[in-house]
């Protein structure tokens, strides 16, 4: 054997024994997962919060998690114990006639992270005008779930991959990424049904970043769209886009002011939308409650200021949380609620990180569009599980 011929074999091996070890290596838990046991009372404005909206999305929660094994784990980080562990407390709900005595005699609360202060946004459904048929100003279509489109839940192959998915399609023997953003709207999509057209192209896209909507067609007639899927290409926020570009500031960007930015901005608008390559496909609703939003990612509808859209990879639906942040204005006001955690969202990513879902109108799109607060994140654990954690007041997830 030569010189050459040795030193390729050794750096063929060493490169097989890299990917090999890039693709078993353990997923890291995310950074930062702090919990410290605390008592209600120290949880800012806790009495004088409105719980109500909260008692009434848990029992959505719970039903649910009825549909579960009581073996199955309720997901995240693995912090909050197993399904059976929460059948204690939604067996309480029958006799609950005050929201916070029920909380209170059922959970344990927790403060979230290390350094506390994270980032919360707001969410709502927007209405769009739309047509079944494709004629005059309707020509923006919204696709129902592709027939090719492959959706893979890695935690079905892997543990430590649990709560992570990717999506693309087949091609040979091969899963491939999907089209993105640019691609659909350029090249249209065959494989999708069309299930309307709306007349612009904007409210389309922000549809696709609010993932439900609720539709007036041209015929006097109303619907709602749900979330169905993705084309499982990465999220990119148009506001750091828009930022990087001088277009907004940090202190102005908002999404009011990047709806107005796309308005004006004809020419430029279809370039920085495909700039985020990531694609919503949806499904068709009757229209339904008028109170009652679309279902989130738990499979529940939600509540208006009562359900929030939370990193699953670390908080499990179903839970609740104690929020303390505050409301947009020229003077901020607080915002000391309790919420569940009953949806997800591609830009939601961390332990002190969640989107408040604000329903359906103008003052929803105007609260969900303008919030962008500094806050603090409490979750409540069931007695049970919170008994199970241990002696220890303060522990990190490893």
Not at 184 to 196: H, K, R
Not at 310 to 316: A, F
């Amino acid at each position: 054997m030569t010189r050459r011929v040795a030193l390729f074999l050794i750096a063929v091996f060493l490169l097989t024994a890299a990917a090999i070890w890039f693709l078993q290596r353990p997923k890291p838990r995310p950074a930062g997962m702090e919990l410290t046991a605390v008592r209600f009372g120290d949880l800012p404005d806790w009495q004088a919060s409105d719980a109500k909206g909260a008692l009434a999305a848990f029992r959505l929660s719970c039903g649910a998690l009825a549909k579960k094994a009581a073996s199955d784990e309720m997901g995240g980080a693995g912090y909050a114990g197993t399904v059976g562990d929460w059948v204690e407390a939604c067996n309480q709900l029958s006799a609950a006639s005050n929201a916070h005595e029920f909380f209170e005699k059922n959970f344990t609360p927790y403060a979230v992270g290390a350094e506390r202060k994270g980032l919360f946004t707001g969410y709502y459904e927007p209405e769009l005008r739309a047509s079944r048929t494709k004629h005059d100003a309707y020509r923006i279509p919204v696709f129902g779930l592709p027939t090719d489109l492959v959706s893979v839940d890695l935690g079905n192959f892997r543990g430590e991959w649990k709560s992570e998915q990717i999506a693309g399609r087949v091609e040979g023997h091969k899963l491939v990424p999907y089209a993105t953003r640019a691609e659909i709207d350029t090249q249209g999509l065959p494989s999708a049904p069309v299930l309307f057209y709306a007349d612009d192209p904007i409210a389309v896209f922000f549809l696709h970043i609010q993932g439900s909507g609720r539709v007036v067609f041209d015929d006097g007639s109303k619907a709602r769209v749900g979330y169905a899927g993705k084309n499982g290409r990465p999220y990119t926020a148009i506001g750091r886009i828009l930022i990087e570009r001088g277009a907004l500031t940090k202190d102005s960007v908002s999404m009011p002011a990047i709806r107005a930015w796309l308005k004006t901005h004809s020419k430029d608008a279809r370039a920085v939308m495909q700039a985020n390559q990531s694609y919503t496909f949806f499904a068709l609703l009757p229209a339904g409650n008028a109170v009652e939003g679309s279902k989130g990612t738990e499979g529940v509808p939600l509540t208006s200021a009562a359900s929030l859209a939370v990193d699953n990879r670390i908080h499990p639906l179903g839970m609740p949380l104690f929020l303390v942040t505050t409301l947009p204005g020229k003077t901020p006001k607080p915002f000391h609620r309790l919420l569940i955690a009953q949806d997800t969202g591609g830009a939601i990513r961390g332990a002190v990180r969640g989107d408040v879902y604000w329903g359906t109108g103008v003052e929803a799109e105007r609260l969900a569009g303008a919030m962008k607060s500094q806050g603090d994140l409490y979750v409540l654990l069931p007695n049970k599980v919170a008994v199970k954690l241990g002696d220890n007041k303060t522990f990190k997830l490893k």
